[in-house]
C-alpha cells in the first residue's frame, strides 16, 4: 500500500523541485540584518562590557624616550630608564595588531626571500643560531637597534618578519611596533619563533652577521 | 564529558555530514516515511542543525566584544579598520538571530540565506588566512580557542555551507514558525 505523502494532503508551491529562491528570501534576509544591528548596538551601548565603536587610530611612540635624541626614522616615546620599563607588553585584551605567521608560511617566504627577517632576541642568542639571513633587532632595546637596523631596511613596504622565543615571548612583538611606529607598513610576527624553526631542521646561521 | 567537549567542531561535522546524507537519500527517493515527505523532513533536520550550530557558535562572542575585536584585529586583519568594531558588535547577534530564526522556522529561509552568506564569508578569509600563511585562532566557537585555522577548518565551513544551501533551496520545510502564522511554507 503507498503511504500517502503529504505532499498529497498539502501540495507544495508550484515548483517544488529545488531551485534558487526568489526575492523574498533577500528581504527577509535583509530585515534580520537591520533587526540584528539595531540590537546589537544598542545591546553594545548599554552593556557594562561594551566597546567603542568608533574607530580611533592608536597614538604612535609611545616609546619616545624624552632624555635621549631623537632616531631617525624612529619615534619611540615613553622614558625607558630600565629593560622592563622599555618593554611595554600589551594592554590586557589589546590585541597583538600583527599579523602572525605559521612555520609553513614563514618558510614560504624564506624559500622565496620575499621578506626580510628580524630576531628579536638577545644579540647573545642571535649568534648561537639564527634565521640565515635575519637582522638582529633586541626587543627590549629598540632605541638602540633601530639607528643600526633601520638603514638596512630603507624600503618601508618591504615584508618584515620578527621572531623570538615563541610562545608567550613579547620580544618580537616589541620589536615589531618599533618598525610599525618608524612607518614600517608590511610587519608580520612569526609567532612559533625560533624553536620551532629550530625543531623543524631549517637552514640556521650562527655569528653575530646575518 | 562536559558539553562543549561533546559537541566539538568534528562531532558537528559528522552529525551535519550524516544529515546531508539522509538529505540527498530522501531527494533520491530511496526511501520513504508515513505520513511525512522524507526529503522536507530531513530539510527540516538540517535548517534546526544549521540553528543550534550557528547560535551555540554565536553564545561565546556575545558579551565579549572586546575578545572578538581583539581576534579580527589579528586574523581578520583587512577587514577595513573602521568596520572592525562594528563588526565585532554585530556579527556575533546576527548570527544568534540567524540561528533562532532557522531553529523556530520564523522567516526561515531569509535565515537560510544569511547563514550561507556567513559561511562564504568564514570560508573566504579562512582560506586567505591558510594560503598567506597566518597561524591563528579560528574563533569560529570560542575567541580563546587553541583551535588553529587549516584546511580542515575550510572543507568544515564549506560542508555547512552545503548544508545552508540545502535548507535554502528546499521547497519547504516542517515546523516552520512561518506557517504557524498562517503563511505559506516556502
Known sequence: ?210 | MKTDELLNDKVLCALSLFLVLVWAGAWRRLYTLPRLDTETAAATLLRIACGFLLAGASLDKLGDAGAFLGLIKECYFYVPAPLQPLAAVVIPWLEFFTGLCLISGFRWRGAALVFCVLMAAYTLAITWDVLHGIDCACGCFKTDSAERMTGWTVARDLLFFGDGFIVLTSPRTYLSGDQLNGQRAM
Open chain 1, 1 to 210: 500500500m503507498r503511504h500517502r505523502r503529504p505532499s498529497d494532503i498539502h501540495p507544495a508551491p508550484s515548483g517544488s523541485t529545488h531551485s534558487l529562491p526568489g526575492r523574498e528570501p533577500f528581504r527577509q534576509a535583509w530585515g534580520l540584518f537591520v533587526f540584528s544591528s539595531f540590537f546589537a548596538v544598542l545591546f553594545n551601548a548599554f552593556y557594562v562590557d561594551g566597546i567603542e565603536l568608533k574607530h580611533k587610530p592608536k597614538p604612535i611612540g609611545h616609546w619616545q624616550s624624552s632624555s635621549q635624541p631623537p632616531i631617525p626614522g624612529f619615534n619611540p616615546s615613553s622614558p625607558s630608564t630600565s629593560a622592563e620599563a622599555s618593554t611595554p607588553t600589551p594592554l590586557p585584551g589589546e590585541p597583538n595588531p600583527f599579523p602572525r605567521l605559521s612555520l609553513m608560511g614563514v618558510k614560504e617566504r624564506f624559500d622565496k626571500k620575499s621578506c626580510v627577517f628580524l630576531d628579536a632576541r638577545k644579540p647573545e642568542e642571535y649568534e648561537e643560531g639564527h634565521i640565515p639571513g635575519a637582522l638582529n633587532f633586541y626587543g627590549n632595546e629598540p632605541e638602540k637597534y633601530a639607528p643600526l637596523v633601520m638603514p638596512q631596511l630603507p624600503d618601508k613596504t618591504k615584508e618584515i618578519v620578527a621572531y623570538c622565543h615563541g610562545g608567550g615571548c613579547d620580544l618580537s612583538l616589541q620589536a615589531a611596533k618599533a618598525l610599525a611606529e618608524a612607518g614600517y607598513t608590511h610587519v608580520e610576527i612569526f609567532g612559533g619563533g625560533w624553536p620551532e624553526w629550530e625543531k623543524a631542521g631549517y637552514p640556521m646561521t650562527q655569528g653575530n652577521q646575518p
